[in-house]
Structure formats: structure tokens, C-alpha cells
């Protein structure tokens, strides 16, 4: 049963190859159908022996097959899609590997790829194979080859599609592309249905809580399984480090620099062909190796699998698969972890005696990555066999260990069928066959070049002794097939268990690991992976424990039954496989984070990334409409993912995330309430919602509580200051009295402000309870103080005055509060009775305090009632002063308008008082004989008639109210100045008048009196204080003057001249004066009567 | 001041016949009344000058005395009364008799002293130019403003009223003790009524009352005649606590093991129809009278005001009663 690996043929059949590139470029879709293809036959037969041993718990896991078998179809599918996104890998060798002997030489050079250069002496070798190969596979790879060209593609392509493939051809069938369409239906819908579920879990992640307590273990399994890979790869590169030195000497001249047609660039050679040959043409002046140049290319050539070869056909699609179940299982990570690495011997010293054929994961993944398997049969045969002797060395049936093979090889049962039933073949081989099924056939002139290229790339896998080891080691297909003779089983044991440069390079793989890993968290040993031997003979629970705590699920108090718990339990079971890698990735976040018991300091800040925070809104939205309806569900989906795109657009990476929104509290956003959003009203303002929400301070707390008391107190303080106004009007008018002169300012005007208490502004408080300011509660207190002094009759204070009664107050009141406290709180007599009630608690700390209810009741009744009508009694009785003041006569008895007052004598007139009493004449109304015409008694004057001065002082106190008050009529316009150009519009009479007026004028404007500056203004006549009109009316001085001359130069010419001429010149005296008034020399007719003529006497 | 004492024996007793004290007083009682009466003086006197020192002057105003007692609202209201007579007396004397200012003194005596009496002479001067002005006092209202302007007729105080209700309890009680005198009793009463520490006694009063050592040497007259009506409030209050206290005295020893004492002091305290003669009584005595100003001494409630605040001095002060 051994099977060879295909060899390229020497003559390789370059039609084919481009064919096959052009499979190659739809493998993935491709390969999906194969698998599904494959599903449909496949025997899902091997696990009936074993499930008759199955202890009870695995009977009931089967019950819930069913169900665990959708989602892991699901998560199959959704693996799958990452795993062959997520690993582009630079190799694309061929140089299948052994690791025995090159494990020591192995580095951790990167992996080179220069092996394409091969002798093309094996070819003889491989013709010979093939032809076995061929005869093996035709049967076993019906169906798959079936699934692999489609049918459709090729047929439409070429016509010679089916010569090409001549095994193909054979089974290429109408029926079977139906079964393959049937199968692909069926692929799909089971691909949707996987979504579905994957969907479903990832909704159920967001509601339910999963704890952290795995994230550990996930962190460590991934780590094993990456470092697994790492020494897959590390054994690969090891292994292309040492077949060149080992190929140098039969292939000298490749080694140095080969040309870049030699290296290995898939189906680009062919597309890029003329490219190729112009650098291998000017390959000495190109200073890239052939690795940068390789790797240029294939980044120029997208979409191309790491596995793909277009010398192999069919690997793309075989390994594709092959990489996605083995990383499904991988991903079983409960049950996965003792099958990942092989059995030390260490940990189980007689395992080898038992397993002939040892087998696990990770030598899987390193002979997948060598392109070892061949066929599906091979990679099958190789994952029964790990969960095959796993059953056969732990024989015990409570083992857990066994649970765990079963259970992964029931995993293998259902993804074993979605592997594509491939052989891989050489393309050479193909082609060879190929043009041995065809006759010779005119070849066009691309495919004449292309052998060229071709024979030149097309580098054999090498093989010498490594094909034979390689080959011996897949020969055993089965258990069953374990202890037969294979031609070199024993070779391969000894290859895996003694090689001592394989144990070294664990042995560093996990102080590497040890020294990722912080200090909180040890690496389990190597050992816990093949741990099946070491427990294999005990099978106590002891050894269960040993089995959990290397396992690593969080200490050895976890049972059976728990594990059996997290089986059970779907969703968590889902949770943990989709969401292990994303949880390692946290947990060694965390991990790096935490320095021991502490945390790193050298470790970057974190900091909230703007794709996390629209991943939680994602998430968020996602939620609140799964509420809704569940078809809208993924059209939502889409739209916020569009819009979060768009937001997002250019910003960072969004990378997705399976792990629900408590896995990044740092992303979260949370919500505001809506009283803090920004809201501006239509004017563009702020609208202010601090009330609403903010537990303000009560108002008015700080003024005075609106007692009656206090109300009492508030109309004596402003009777008080309606009195204290009386009081300065009163000033003003004794002062007036007494002093000659007055000014404009003398005397300010009184008018206080009532009192207004001003409360405190909005403070916000966090707890109900008085407001602790101290501050402003002694300012309060000080207010009030200085409003009783007011009261008290203090119109104003010092304030250190104010300030020493403000302290002695608060002492005072804080005495009394404290006293008032001690009686509160005395022991109360029994259980509800106090020792005191609440009037004799109030009552003793007066009494305490020294002050009593009569002592307050006192001093309502005399300090603040009793002031009440003393005030008011006051008030009136300045009122009255007052008005006697301004018009003495103006008493009760004056009558309304005041006329009553001259009917008593009128003593109180001062006018001509003491006149009278010397029978003189004051005013001289006497002899003009007023006093008989009027029936008058007296002729005095009432003084307030005279009193002008008082009178307009007194107004021009009160002239700001009265000005205020606004004029009833606007006034009318003023009259046109008269000046030159407006004198003809007067009458003629006045005409000469203005216009004499206004050539003294020097023909300006005239100007009224009333509008000339205060000092050239003529002085009104005023009535002096003594009363009398001692002198005619004042004239401007220079009048005056003008006056007195000419009086004299008229005594001079009086004398001089003669009595009529007096008379003559007299007149024209007077016209000459002009402004003269006419009283001016009165005297000299006595007919006249003016005021000036009674002072004449 | 040991040679003061008994200046005023004669005064004391007669005050003390007119509170209530019947019978004739040990000599011992009235030089404790005297130099209780002096001690307070004295202190008023201390106070009031200290009063007048911190309004910056050194003499002492009437103001001063009446602040002193300003919490005994009757007191003080009596005080104006007083006063407002005096200036009645005053100016009547000066219009009717311009010319005999020296004999002023003289008339002054009837009844100035005692203002309790209240009726007499002002009943006549009522009506008249001379009519009472009132004594105002330094902290009504009508010192709340700048302007002092004259009271109107047509004001009345109701304060006043209320404040002579004391007086009148007093009077009241005069009254009824006279009602059962004959003439020459009720001239003995009434002359007891007169006497005055200070009245034509004024050289002597300064001396006794340490003017010039405690105080300026030269008071005002209004001032002494205050201090005088001071006095004789001082002297009236300690008798009538003393017979209180010696009311309680008797009737305890009337309880306990009583005398023919016990009836006597019955009888006393309500004096009736049929009382024995005063004779009979037993004075006041020293003891009643130190009893006496040891409950006028009591502190008043008023003086609790931030009795916790410590103080340096812990001696309480006189007590003005």
C-alpha cells in the first residue's frame, strides 16, 4: 500500500500546466465543492468499535451530536475562510524533508527556497513510481478527481481537457458533474447554515457573560499551537538550509545564483515569462536574490494559495483542505491538546513499546508543510491513527484521555469528509500520460516555449533518501495497518522519539515559551501534551487531576463533571473554539500587561482606539437590532458596517474582533444622559439643564425667613428711613436758615435704598443638609446683626463693631444650639419616652443660655411693637415740623389752599412784623392807601412769598424727582434767532429796534437773555433777606458805569446848562441809553408808581 | 469711712417707717442699710464715670446714672417722673419768683423728694405754661435722627402709662397704710416720707458719697438729686425684702416652736383692724437686712449670657439694685 509522492515527469506536458493554473486560480471554491462532494460518500464508518466502549457521558454526548454537529460545521466554514486568509506563506517548496537527520543542523534562518534547483537525475526514479502510483490511485480517486475539474471548466476550455487528465477523463462523467453540482448545493447550503450558526454565536456572545478563567488556558494552548508551527517551519527551513550544501556538490552551478527561471514561481513563470527570461537574461546586473525576487513575483501574482504548484496538480486543493481540518481540530481545544505534540518518552517510558507508529498533530502540520501526503487516504489515515493509538495505549475506559480521542475522532469523522478525494500528481506524470493517451499532436508555439521554461523550473522534489523515509512513514494508513510490515516501519519511531536534536529544540521551545510567558504563568511542560502515556496504567482520579492541572484548566479542582458541564453546554462550548485565538490574543495582552503580582511600567500606555470604540458601537447597534427583526438583521449589519466604514474611512485598521464588547472596556463608550448633551436653542444659544438635574441648594435659605417679626422689624427700618429723609429735608431747610449763602451741592440729597438681602447665588450640593460655608453663614449672620442695629437706631457703624457682634452672636447661638443638642440627646427614659419633649428641650436651653419667654416676649412687645408707633409717632411729628418749616402759616388753621393763613393776624409773617410795631410803613402799601382799597388789616408780606432764596434752594434739592417726572406738553420750538437775514420777517415796529440791536451787535445773531452765559446774564431782582427793596433793579456793570457818568456829566451840565435845556437833554439821554428801561430815572416824575418809587421814600 | 457711719440714721429710719418698718430699728441695721446704700453709690458712681470717660468726658451727665439702671424699667420710669417734677418745680419757681433764686431751695423741699406721692402741687401747674416736659432719654427714638424736633400736645406715651403702673402699686400701698392714721400719725408718716439723703444735706451726701474720690468733685445738682431718689429706692427695696425675709424667718419659727413672737409677726405682716400696737413688733434686724441684699445680689438670668465663654475675672460685680 505504500504510495509514492508524485514526481514531476521529465518531459513535462506544459498544455497541462496552464490548465492547471487556471484551476488553480479558482482552488478555494473549487476545493469547497470537492469536500462537500467528498461528504457525500464518505464513510463515516470507524468509530463503531470504539463507541462500544464509551463511557456513559459519551452516550449522552451523543444525544447532542446532532446539535454540536451544526455549529461545528459552522465553525468549520468559518475557520476554514481564516485560516487560508490569514497564512499567505512565502514557501511554495517542494523539497519534501526528513527531519531525523537534519534536526541538529537546524536554524532559525529563515526559510530558504532555493531548492529548485534540481538534478533532473531523478527522473528515472519517479517514471518508475508513478507507473505504481498510478495503478494504486486510479481507484481510490474516482470521486475526488471527479470533484476537482468540475466537469464544466475545463470542457468549455480545451477540447483536449479530458486527454489531459486522463484519470479525470475517465470518471468525468455527466453524472458525476451532477453530483458534483448536488454536491456543491449541498456545500453551500451547509457553508450558510455554518454562518448561520456562527452568527448566532457571536449574537449569544453579546448577551451572555462568559468569564476570563479560560482565557488562560486559550492563551497557552495558543501559544503551544503557534510554537508548534514555529518548529514546523523551523524544521522545514532547517531542512532547505541543509539540502543545498547536501545538493551543492551534484548540482554545482544552481547553487550560487541560479536563474530566476529556476525558482519556483508557480503559474506566474508562465504569464510572466518574457519578464522572467529578461532577468535571468540580465541575472548577474539584478542585485536581489532569487528569494526577494520571488517573493516580488508572487506579490505581483495574487490569489495564489501557498500550496499551490503547477507541478502538482491537485495539492492546492488536497492541502487546502487538509490545513482547514487540521486546524479545526486544533481548534478543539479541549480535546486537542495531548494529540499536539509527540509522546516523550520521559513522560511515558513504555509507550513506544506499545505504539509502533506514533502520530500527532504536529508532525502532521510539519509532513503537510513538506508536501508528504499525497492523497486524502494518507492525511486520513494519519489523523485515525493519532486517535487510534491513543485508544490503544490507554486502554482504561474512565481515562479522560480517551474521552478525548473519541471525541476528536468523531471530529475527524465529520471533517474528514469535507477533504476533496485528491491524489496529488506530477504534472510531468500527467502530461506524460497525457501525450501517451494522444497521439502526437501539433504543439502551438506557446506551448513550445513553455517546455523550455518548464524543464528549466520544474525542479524535482528531491528526494535521494528522504523520498524512501517519507514515503515509509505514510505507508501506514491505519491502525489496523500499524503492526503489519511496512518495508521501513521501525525507522520512523526512532526518527521521532530518539532524536536528541528534536528533544533539544522542545527543550528551547519551551524556555522560549517560558520567557514569552511572564512570570505568573508557567508554561506546562512538554509532557502535558503526550500525557496518555504517562497516565495510561493508573487511570485513578489522582492522575485525572495530573491530566487537568497539566492541562492547565485552571487547577485540579476542576472534575470530570466540569468538563462534562462545558461539553454540555453548546453555546460555551462554541464560545470557546471560535473566540480561542482572540482570547489568547487578549489574554496575553493582559499577560504582558501584569508583571507578576504588578504592573509593567515598561509596557505602553493603553489607549482607546477609535476602531475599537466603532467596533463596541457595532456591536451595540448589532444588539439593539437583533431586538427587531432577524432578517433585517444582516442588511443592518452591512449598513452600519458601511457607515462605520465610512466614518472610519482611512483612520486605522478595523480589524474583527469575535470577542464581545467586555472584552475591550477601554472601547466602550459610555452613555450620556441626555441632560449633558449640547443644546442650543434657535438663537444659537446654550441651553443651560443644570436645574434639571443637579441637586441644587433651596433657595432663599440664606435671607431672612418672612416672619411677622421680621416683618415688624422690616417696616420699622423703613419708617425709619422715610423719617431720616424728613430729617435731612429738615437739615437742609435750618441750614438754609442760618447760613447767607448756599451752594448748588451743599447738601446731598437723601434718598436710601430700601433694604434688599441678596441670597446666595446657585450653589449645587451633593446631599441634602445645611450648607457648611462658614463664610457665608457669618456674612448672613452679620446682615441680620447689622439690620438689628438699624433697627436699634444705628443708622450707620463701624464694622469692627458689626464684626465683634457678629462673633459674639454666633458664639451665643452656637451655646445655644449645643445646649439645645445635650438636652436632646439626653438617655431617654424608656424605650420611646425622651427625657425631655421637644417645648422643654427648646425651654432649657434657653433657661441654659440666660434668656426666658418673658425676656423675648419683652422685647417684641417694647423693642419692636412698642418702636412700631413710636416711629410713626416721630414721623408725623417731623412731618409737621417740616411743613411748619417750609410755610409756617400753612397750619391746620390755613385752610385748604393756604388763604386761611392771613386770616390771623398773620404774626407768624415776618415780613413786616417789627415794622408794624414801630408804625412804619414797611412796604409803604400803607400810603398808596392798598389797605383801605383792600380792606386789608396789615400789609405784610407772607413770608413764604418772599422767601425765594429758600424756595429755589429747596427746588433745586428736588429738582432730579421732578425733572424725572416728564413733561406733560412737548414745548414748543423756539422762536428763530433774529439776526440781519430774518429781521424783515418782523412787523415793522420793531424792525428799527433789532436792527440798532444788532449793529451794537456788530450784526452777529442776537442772543436771548435766557441763553447767555450765567456771567452776562442780567441778575433777576431778588427780595433780600431783610425784606426790603433797597435798590433798583441791577444793571450790568458797565451799564452801571455808563450810568453814573452820565449822571454826573448831567449834575455838570444841570448846573451848567438851563432848566429847559435839561429837560430837552434829558430825553434824548434817555433815547441814547436805548436799552435803558424806563424806570431808570423815575424819580424825576412822580406820577409814575413802580416799586422803585416807594424806596425812593 | 468708719466715721460716715451713722450719718444717716434718722434718714434710714424714717424710709424704713415709710416701707413698712413699724417698729423702731436697731442701730446696727441702719449702719449695715448705710453702708450698703454708700457701697452702692459708690459703685454707681465708679460706673458712671467710667461711662462718661469713654464718651471722652470727665464729668458725669444724668445719662450715665439712668443707663446705669436702665434694665428696671419702673425704676427708671419713676426716675423721669421724678425729673420731669423737678423741672416743673423748677421753672415754676423761676417765672413766679424771678428774684429769689436762693429760695428756691426752700420750696423745693414740700414734696420734690418724693415723687411717689404724685399728687399735691402739680395738680394746679398742670394747665399752665409750665406744663411737664418730659425727660427723654438718651436712646428713644427720637435719637434715632440727626434733627431733634419739639413734641407735639397731641402725643401721648403709652409707655409711660404702663411704666408708672409700678408707682402706682406703691402709691396704692402708702394709701392703705394711711388710711387708719390719725392726723398726727399721718404728719409723722408724711415727714418720714421727705427724707432724703441728699436733700439740704448736700456737703454731706458728697463727703459720704466719695465725690472727688471716685467721681468728679463737682456733679451736676440733677445728679445728686438722682443719686438722692436712688438712695431712698435703695433703702425702700432692702427694707421690704428684709420684712419678707424676716416674714419667712417668723413663720418658720412659728412652725417650728412657736412664741407668742410668731402671732405678733402674723399679725404684722397683715396689718388689720385689730392689730396690737407696732410696739409689739420686733424691728428688722441685721441679719434680715444682709439676708435681704444677699437675694437682691442674686444674679439674674440675664447674667448667664456666654457663661461659657471663660473669663479672667470670676468675681461677680456688684449687683446695682
Redesign the interface.
Known amino acids: 500500500m505504500s504510495q509514492t509522492p508524485q514526481r514531476p515527469l521529465p518531459n513535462g506536458l506544459h498544455r497541462a500546466a496552464s490548465a492547471l493554473n487556471g484551476f488553480a486560480r479558482r482552488a478555494p471554491s473549487l476545493s469547497r465543492d470537492a469536500s462537500a462532494a467528498g461528504s457525500l460518500g464518505a464513510p463515516a464508518a470507524p468509530g463503531d468499535e470504539e463507541e462500544r466502549e464509551d463511557d456513559p457521558v459519551q452516550i449522552m454526548l451523543k444525544a447532542r451530536f446532532a446539535q454540536a454537529e451544526t455549529d461545528i460545521a459552522a465553525l468549520f466554514g468559518h475557520d476554514g475562510q481564516r485560516a487560508r486568509t490569514a497564512a499567505p506563506s512565502p514557501s511554495e517548496a517542494h523539497a519534501p524533508t526528513q527531519p531525523g537527520p537534519d534536526d541538529s543542523a537546524k536554524t532559525s534562518a529563515p526559510p530558504k527556497k532555493a531548492a529548485r534547483t534540481i538534478d533532473e537525475d531523478d527522473y528515472g526514479d519517479d517514471d518508475d513510481e508513478d507507473e505504481d502510483e498510478a495503478e494504486q490511485q486510479s481507484p481510490l480517486k474516482t470521486k475526488g478527481k471527479a470533484a476537482l475539474p468540475n466537469g464544466v471548466i475545463p470542457a468549455a476550455m480545451r477540447s483536449p481537457a479530458p486527454a489531459s487528465l486522463p484519470h479525470i477523463a475517465r470518471t468525468n462523467t455527466s453524472a458525476s458533474t451532477e453530483q458534483a453540482k448536488s454536491s456543491e448545493d449541498v456545500r453551500k447550503q451547509l457553508e450558510e447554515d455554518k454562518q448561520a450558526a456562527a452568527e448566532n454565536a457571536k449574537r449569544a456572545f453579546q448577551t451572555m457573560f462568559f468569564t476570563f478563567e479560560n482565557d488562560r488556558d486559550a492563551m497557552l494552548e495558543q501559544q503551544k499551537l503557534d510554537e508548534l508551527d514555529r518548529e514546523v517551519e523551523n524544521e522545514i527551513s532547517g531542512d532547505t538550509n541543509a539540502s543545498p550544501n547536501a545538493q551543492a556538490t551534484s548540482a554545482p552551478a544552481a547553487t550560487t545564483q541560479g536563474t530566476l527561471g529556476s525558482a519556483d514561481l508557480g503559474a506566474s513563470s508562465l504569464t510572466l515569462k518574457h519578464l522572467i527570461a529578461r532577468i535571468d537574461l540580465k541575472r548577474d546586473m539584478v542585485r536581489a536574490s532569487d528569494n526577494q525576487l520571488r517573493t516580488l513575483i508572487s506579490e505581483v501574482r495574487k490569489g495564489r494559495s501557498k500550496w499551490a504548484s503547477e507541478d502538482r496538480v491537485g495539492q492546492e486543493e488536497l492541502y487546502e483542505a487538509a490545513e482547514k481540518v487540521l486546524m479545526e481540530l486544533k481548534a478543539q481545544t479541549d480535546s486537542v491538546q495531548p494529540f499536539l505534540q509527540r509522546v516523550s518518552k520521559r513522560e511515558a517510558p513504555d509507550y513506544y513499546n506499545v505504539i509502533k507508529t506514533p502520530m500527532d498533530i504536529g508532525t502532521m502540520i510539519k509532513k503537510l508543510k513538506q508536501f508528504t501526503y499525497k492523497s486524502k487516504k494518507e492525511f486520513v489515515d494519519d489523523l485515525s491513527l493519532i486517535w487510534n493509538n491513543c485508544l490503544k495505549y490507554n486502554t482504561a475506559p474512565e481515562l479522560p484521555i480517551r474521552r478525548k480521542a473519541l471525541h476528536m475522532r468523531k471530529e475527524t469523522d465529520k471533517l474528514t469528509p469535507l477533504i476533496p478525494d485528491i491524489t496529488v500528481r506530477d504534472r510531468a506524470e500527467l502530461e506524460a500520460e497525457e501525450r501517451r493517451a494522444r497521439a502526437a499532436e501539433a504543439d502551438e508555439s506557446d506551448e513550445e516555449d513553455e517546455p523550455i521554461m518548464a524543464s528549466r523550473g520544474r525542479k524535482a522534489p528531491k528526494k535521494g533518501g528522504k523520498s524512501g523515509p517519507s514515503a515509509a512513514r505514510k505507508a501506514p494508513p491505519s491502525v489496523e495497518v500499524d503492526d503489519q510490515s511496512t518495508p521501513q516501519p521501525d525507522t520512523k519511531p526512532p526518527i521521532h522519539a530518539s532524536a536528541s536534536g528534536l528533544r533539544n529544540e522542545y527543550l528551547r521551545a519551551d524556555s522560549e515559551a517560558q520567557d514569552v510567558s511572564s512570570a505568573g504563568f508557567n508554561t506546562p511542560p512538554p509532557a502535558g501534551t503526550s500525557t496518555p502515556g504517562m497516565n495510561g496504567g493508573s487511570g485513578a482520579h489522582g492522575s485525572q487531576a495530573d491530566v487537568m492541572e497539566i492541562d492547565g484548566i485552571g487547577g485540579s479542582a476542576l472534575g470530570t463533571q466540569q468538563e462534562d458541564a462545558d461539553e454540555d453546554d453548546a453555546d460555551f462550548k462554541t464560545w470557546k473554539q471560535v473566540t480561542m485565538k482572540d482570547r489568547a490574543a487578549a489574554a496575553a495582552e493582559r499577560n504582558r500587561l501584569f508583571r507578576g503580582e504588578h504592573l509593567n511600567p515598561d509596557e505602553p500606555a493603553i489607549l482607546r482606539s477609535k476602531a475599537g470604540m466603532r467596533r463596541w458601537m457595532r456591536q451595540q447597534k448589532m444588539l439593539s437590532a437583533d431586538k427587531s427583526a432577524q432578517d433585517a438583521d444582516d442588511a443592518a449589519d452591512d449598513g452600519v458596517g458601511a457607515t462605520s466604514e465610512t466614518l472610519a474611512e482611512g483612520i486605522e485598521k478595523d480589524e474583527d474582533s469575535t470577542l464581545p464588547d467586555y472584552y475591550h472596556p477601554l472601547s466602550s463608550i459610555p452613555d450620556m444622559n441626555s441632560n449633558w448633551a449640547w443644546i442650543t436653542d434657535s438663537e444659537g444659544y446654550v441651553v443651560p439643564q443644570t436645574e434639571e438635574y443637579m441637586r441644587m441648594f433651596p433657595k432663599d435659605t440664606f435671607r431672612t425667613p418672612g416672619g411677622a417679626l421680621a416683618g415688624r422689624i422690616e417696616g420699622n427700618i423703613r419708617q425709619m428711613q422715610e423719617t431720616r429723609k424728613i430729617c435731612a429735608k429738615i437739615g437742609i431747610v435750618k441750614q438754609m436758615q442760618i447760613q447767607a449763602q448756599t451752594y448748588q451741592n451743599q447738601f446731598q440729597k437723601y434718598d436710601p435704598e430700601p433694604f434688599a438681602e441678596a441670597d446666595i447665588g446657585p450653589v449645587v450640593v451633593s446631599e441634602e443638609g445645611p450648607l457648611m460655608a462658614p463664610w457665608v453663614c457669618r456674612a448672613a449672620l452679620k446682615r441680620s446683626v447689622g439690620k438689628v442695629f438699624y433697627h436699634a437706631g444705628f443708622e450707620d457703624f463701624q464694622p469692627s463693631a458689626l464684626d465683634a457682634v457678629t462673633d459674639v452672636a454666633g458664639e451665643y447661638f452656637r451655646k445655644l444650639a449645643e445646649n439645645f443638642n445635650c438636652f436632646r440627646e439626653q438617655p431617654k427614659i424608656d424605650a420611646v419616652t425622651p427625657k425631655f419633649n421637644y417645648e422643654e428641650q427648646v425651654l432649657h436651653s434657653l433657661h441654659e443660655s440666660g434668656i426666658d419667654l418673658e425676656g423675648l416676649e419683652t422685647y417684641v412687645k417694647d423693642d419692636v411693637e412698642r418702636l412700631t408707633t413710636k416711629l410713626s409717632v416721630v414721623h408725623e411729628r417731623m412731618k409737621a415740623h417740616l411743613a411748619d418749616l417750609l410755610r409756617p402759616a400753612l397750619g391746620d388753621h390755613a385752610g385748604a389752599d393756604g388763604v386761611g393763613a392771613f386770616n390771623d393776624g398773620s404774626e407768624q409773617f415776618v415780613g413786616g412784623d417789627f415794622a408794624e410795631d414801630l408804625d412804619e410803613d414797611f412796604f409803604g402799601f400803607r400810603e398808596l392807601g392798598l389797605a383801605d382799597e383792600l380792606g386789608l388789616e396789615t400789609l405784610s408780606v407772607p413770608l413764604h412769598l418772599l422767601q425765594n432764596r429758600l424756595h429755589s434752594g429747596y427746588q433745586a434739592q428736588n429738582q432730579g424727582p421732578v425733572s424725572a417726572t416728564g413733561m406733560l406738553f412737548t414745548p414748543p420750538p423756539a422762536y428763530d434767532a433774529i439776526s440781519v437775514e430774518t429781521l424783515p420777517n418782523h412787523i415793522g415796529l420793531v424792525q428799527d429796534f433789532f436792527r440798532e440791536k444788532l449793529r451794537k451787535n456788530h450784526d452777529e445773531t442776537l442772543v436771548e437773555d435766557e441763553d447767555l452765559p450765567q456771567k452776562q446774564r442780567f441778575p433777576k431782582p431778588r427780595l433780600p433777606p431783610t425784606g426790603k427793596i433797597s435798590s433798583p433793579r441791577k444793571r450790568p456793570i458797565r451799564e452801571q458805569q455808563q450810568a453814573a457818568k452820565k449822571k454826573r456829566k448831567l449834575e455838570e451840565d444841570s448846573k451848567l446848562a438851563p432848566p429847559v435845556g435839561k429837560l430837552k437833554l434829558q430825553m434824548p439821554d434817555a433815547r441814547e441809553n436805548g436799552a435803558e428801561p424806563e424806570k431808570g430815572d423815575g424819580h424825576a416824575d412822580g406820577a409814575m408808581l413802580s416799586p422803585e418809587s416807594l424806596t425812593a421814600n | 469711712m468708719a466715721e460716715n457711719k451713722g450719718k444717716y440714721r434718722t434718714e434710714i429710719q424714717q424710709m424704713m417707717f415709710v416701707s413698712g418698718e413699724t417698729a423702731d430699728v436697731a442701730l446696727e441695721t441702719t449702719s449695715m442699710i448705710e453702708s450698703i446704700v454708700q457701697q452702692q453709690v459708690m459703685e454707681m458712681l465708679t460706673r458712671a464715670t467710667v461711662l462718661a470717660a469713654r464718651r471722652g468726658v470727665r464729668t458725669i451727665s444724668t445719662d450715665d446714672l439712668i443707663f446705669l439702671i436702665r434694665h428696671d424699667r419702673a425704676k427708671v420710669s419713676r426716675l423721669r417722673t421724678f425729673l420731669s417734677w423737678k423741672d416743673v418745680r423748677k421753672s415754676a419757681k423761676d417765672s413766679d419768683d424771678k428774684g429769689g433764686a436762693d429760695a428756691a431751695a426752700d420750696d423745693f423741699d414740700l414734696t420734690a423728694n418724693d415723687p411717689t406721692l404724685g399728687t399735691g402741687p402739680s395738680v394746679g401747674t398742670r394747665n399752665s405754661k409750665n406744663k411737664k416736659a418730659k425727660v427723654g432719654l438718651p ?9 431733634q ?4 400736645e397731641d ?1 401721648e406715651d ?2 409711660e402709662d404702663e411704666m408708672t403702673a409700678a408707682t402706682l402699686a406703691r402709691l396704692k400701698q402708702a394709701d392703705e397704710r394711711t388710711k387708719g392714721m390719725n392726723a398726727e400719725e399721718y404728719l409723722h408718716f408724711s415727714e418720714c416720707r421727705q427724707a432724703s439723703f441728699t436733700f439740704r444735706k448736700g456737703k454731706r451726701f458728697r463727703e459720704w458719697a466719695g465725690f472727688g474720690v471716685v467721681t468728679d468733685s463737682k456733679p451736676n445738682d440733677d445728679i445728686v438729686d438722682i443719686l438722692g431718689f436712688l438712695t431712698y429706692e435703695i433703702v425702700t427695696l432692702l427694707t421690704e425684702e428684709a420684712l419678707k425675709v424676716k416674714a419667712i424667718e417668723d413663720a418658720h419659727k412659728r412652725e417650728s416652736g412657736g412664741d407668742e413672737e410668731k402671732r405678733g409677726k402674723k399679725r404684722r405682716r397683715e396689718p388689720g383692724l385689730f392689730d396690737p400696737p407696732e410696739e409689739a413688733r420686733t424691728p428688722v434686724g441685721a441679719r434680715h437686712i444682709q439676708e435681704a441684699f444677699r437675694r437682691l445680689q442674686q444674679p439674674d ?9 471663660p473669663k479672667g475675672n470670676f468675681q461677680r460685680t456688684l449687683k446695682l439694685i
Open positions: 436712646w428713644d427714638v427720637s435719637s434715632f435722627y440727626s434733627e424736633v419739639p413734641e407735639r402725643e403709652e409707655e438670668l440675664k447674667s448667664r449670657y456666654l457663661s461659657h465663654v
